[in-house]
Nanobody
Framework: QVRLVESGGGLVQAGGSLRLSCAAP????????MGWYRQAPGKQRDLVATITSGGSTDYKDSVKGRFAISRDNAKNTVYLQMNSLKPEDTAVYYC??????????WGQGTQVTVSS
């Protein structure tokens, strides 16, 4: 079983910043694509940002220019830097590790709450 350990969520005022971290097993981290998803109450889980094993990134339109995903292969950790946060960014954020099209793993989720 692959365990992803997330941290960094919390409560922040609109306009503030948070950085999420997700640590993954070293044996597969460097060859895996990583992603952050979020799920607000009553809504489906949506993709926020992804980063390939080679470092290519992609973002949900609503977070472009505000969020940045990065990875440190030496620390087996992926990050999501979130700036200029808005109340609509409030959600549980989940880390995802994708080893292949059919093999992926999820973290336990971390709550991000942005107050207006």
């Amino acid at each position: 079983q692959v365990r992803l350990v997330e941290s960094g969520g919390g409560l922040v005022q609109a306009g503030g910043s948070l950085r999420l971290s997700c640590a993954a097993p070293g044996s597969i981290f460097s060859i895996s694509a990583m992603g952050w998803y979020r799920q607000a109450p009553g809504k489906q889980r949506d993709l926020v940002a992804t980063i390939t094993s080679g470092g290519s990134t992609d973002y949900k339109d609503s977070v472009k220019g505000r969020f940045a995903i990065s990875r440190d292969n030496a620390k087996n950790t992926v990050y999501l830097q979130m700036n200029s946060l808005k109340p609509e960014d409030t959600a549980v954020y989940y880390c995802n590790l994708r080893l292949s099209e059919r093999i992926n793993y999820w973290g336990q989720g971390t709550q991000v709450t942005v107050s207006s």
